[in-house]
């Protein structure tokens, strides 16, 4: 081979952040001096969704699943020592991206950086947080106006930051077909660059500095040869939507730029080591094609179906990347795939189909229009339901879970409780402290922080108008406001939104045929309820917490519905007293709680708290989700009723153990199951 030089390699980032800004701190500058180049922030969850570390629904979820930054104390403390000037830095941030942005801004100032010189990408995607992700806080309109002037300021102001990072990845999580992923993530990409133009903000000529700060986050799935195909086919209708819809000149401006998580939704809780390798072949399907590798990546970690990830865990996966970029020949090559006729049948093929979509919902007025009308949030629901379906029956296969189940036993989780990191529960109280220092002796030395009252008067004003309201969060951000009062300030004016849930109108995903797994349970249902003398059985599905990850619980009440309950699912985002208070309106037979985020064990015994109180025992209360051995053996102690993990991946299984409950806390006699 003549030699040539080697390319580039891509961004290589660890999503990280948790506990507290000091801790994540520590992390950061560890990560750096392994070689990772840039920073990925993961912020908490009362961060994501605009609320203080003291606010009743943060309880439970202060720092689990990334870092709480509630001020700008909190910034400066966050990025102590890193010289913000010299990186590239990744914010996972949404509903409060902009407030995060002026926090990460004047942190930059403070440093005596140029901040024409800042790098780095705000996630800022709001269209996914409706459909998948639920860390939304506003209404569709006001959320598209915080983004579209957010994009106004930083081409004129940060001109290298990536203001809006078109966010794909959580929509395939949330069940999303590689057509329903292009062509809802492009469809979110219109509507943005649209409101920006039709604002009035940007001069038409400087339309090509907005297209060319639009990237993408996807996400990479085990199917290897279809998602290298699938960033063909984005960065394809990516030049076309660009050039025809925008007059796009500049083949620069319309470069396809996107950065990669690989699928975390794949990763299993049965057999974890498995993880490994689809790891790196989920990594492959984004890196071995020149015309469409990433510009960033970052991989999950081989435990994260078990729990926080350690950070050697997270040093493994970092590696990972490290040895095919510099111990590979990979770099060394123009484009492998360029001219195979079975890689262009299938870009051709998700082109097509993907431009349908997007024709379909452009029919609908937009990506809003079909956010609000609950069409995508439906669609991604039903393919959801018909990809587990696929698994229960074994008709899409994972190792270790539906096919060679048999293992030996695994030494990496010998010990489960040091397998994972642990967020020790006393980081709430100290974060919830120095909260509470900070709003005492901001306007005091050696801060002199103007009272924040002046700014977010001025922040509402502005949005209750039309002024770009970048520049009075700046001054919010200076008057050492919190990240609550920013949001409370815009709440206000803007209105909250809860997003449909898309579970009413999912169509029938499994058929309970004579003879199927879903007819014995549904005739469990029909015979219990007969038993108690109700025409239905009513199950209340809650997810309390700030967790927005909604995909199971969506299919336990889809699943629920159609084995004959009837569901009471009203969505994300719920305190404990709420739900209780649903399970007694509606006199429901069972409560099942779905949490994510690690919060499970303050809020689960929670409700159950309140369900005696109310004098409800006989409601039995079931809980889902990321939940490690020792935690589940301590809810099953605190009395409840059964756990179900990722290893549980038969839902119809699940609601007729479901039943099975409902029967024990009635002292009914457990229905004969047939052989």
């Not at 956010?371 to 074994?394: F, N, P």
Request: proline content about 5%.
């Amino acid at each position: 081979m003549t030699e040539r030089q080697k390319d580039r390699p891509w961004l290589m980032r660890t999503y990280a952040g948790h506990s507290t800004a000091e801790a994540s701190n520590e992390l950061y500058r560890r990560n750096l001096a392994k070689g990772q180049t840039g920073l990925s922030v993961a912020f908490d969850l009362p961060t994501q969704t605009g609320y203080d570390s003291d606010h009743i629904l943060a309880r439970g979820e202060v720092g689990r699943v990334g870092v709480p930054v509630a001020h700008l104390g909190d910034m400066r403390r966050l990025f102590q020592d890193i010289p913000l000037e010299q990186m590239n830095t990744s914010m996972t941030i949404n509903a409060t991206a902009m407030w995060l942005l002026a926090l990460y801004q004047v942190v930059a100032e403070e440093q005596g950086a140029d901040i024409t010189k800042l790098q780095g990408t705000t996630q800022n995607d709001i269209v996914k947080e409706y459909l998948s992700r639920g860390t939304h806080v506003f209404p569709p309109g006001p959320s598209l106006r915080l983004t579209t002037d957010m994009i106004a300021y930083t081409v004129s102001h940060i001109p290298k930051w990536n203001p809006i990072n078109i966010c794909s990845y959580h929509l395939q999580e949330a069940g999303a077909t590689p057509v329903q992923e292009i062509a809802y993530a492009m469809s979110t990409a219109i509507a943005v660059l649209d409101a920006v133009r039709d604002s009035g903000q940007v001069p038409r000529e400087r339309m090509g500095d907005v297209v060319a700060r639009i990237s993408f986050f996807v996400n990479a799935g085990v199917r290897f040869v279809e998602e290298m195909c699938k960033m063909r086919a984005f960065g394809r209708i990516w030049e076309k939507v660009t050039r025809e819809r925008y007059g796009i000149e500049n083949p620069k401006q319309r470069r396809f730029r996107y950065g990669v998580q690989v699928n975390s939704l794949g990763l299993t809780e049965a057999q974890p080591e498995n993880n490994v390798q689809r790891i790196v072949l989920e990594m492959l399907a984004v890196t071995l094609s020149k015309d469409a590798r990433a510009r960033a990546v970052q991989l999950p970690a081989w435990n994260e179906a078990l729990g926080l990830p350690r950070p050697w865990d997270q040093q493994w996966s970092l590696r990972i990347q490290q040895v095919l970029a510099h111990e590979s020949d990979l770099l060394e090559y123009e484009d492998i795939f360029a001219g195979s006729h079975v890689v262009e049948a299938k870009v051709a093929a998700l082109v097509e189909e993907s431009l349908a979509e997007m024709d379909r919902i452009q029919e609908m007025g937009g990506a809003m229009a079909a956010v609000e009308s609950g069409y995508l949030k439906a669609q991604l629901v039903s393919s959801h339901a018909e990809r587990r379906a696929r698994i229960e029956s074994g008709q899409e296969k994972i190792v270790g879970v539906n096919i060679y189940e048999t293992t030996e036993p695994n030494p990496l989780t010998a010990d489960l409780d040091t397998a994972i990191m642990t967020v020790d529960p006393a980081v709430e109280a100290r974060v919830i402290a120095s909260l509470q220092n900070w709003r005492d002796t901001r306007y005091q030395p050696p801060f002199n922080h103007p009272r924040p009252c002046k700014a977010l008067e001025r922040l509402k004003e502005a949005a209750k108008g039309t002024a770009n309201l970048m520049e009075a969060t700046l001054e919010c951000a200076r008057a050492g406001v919190t990240t609550g009062e920013w949001t409370a300030a815009l709440r206000e004016v803007f209105g909250e939104f809860r997003a449909p849930t898309g579970v009413s109108s999912a169509p029938v995903a499994v058929a309970a045929e004579p003879g199927s797994a879903l007819a014995e349970v549904r005739a469990k249902v029909d015979a219990t309820a007969h038993d108690l003398g109700v025409g239905k059985l009513r199950f209340l599905v809650g997810k309390p917490g700030l967790d927005g990850h909604s995909n199971g619980a969506e299919q336990i009440a889809v699943r629920a519905r159609d084995a004959g309950f009837e569901v009471v699912y009203q969505g994300i985002r719920l305190t404990p007293e709420q739900i209780v208070d649903a399970a007694l309106a509606e006199d429901v037979h069972a409560v099942g709680l779905s949490i994510l985020s690690g919060s499970h064990a303050q809020l689960v015994p929670d409700v159950l708290q309140r369900l005696r109180v109310a004098g409800a025992t006989d409601i039995p209360v079931i809980a889902g989700g990321i939940i490690p051995n020792g935690d589940a053996e301590q809810l099953r102690a605190a009395g409840v009723a059964a756990v179900f993990t990722p290893k549980d991946f038969d839902i119809t299984g699940i609601i007729g153990r479901i039943v099975d409950e409902i029967r024990k806390a009635n002292k009914l006699d457990p229905l004969e199951v047939p052989a």
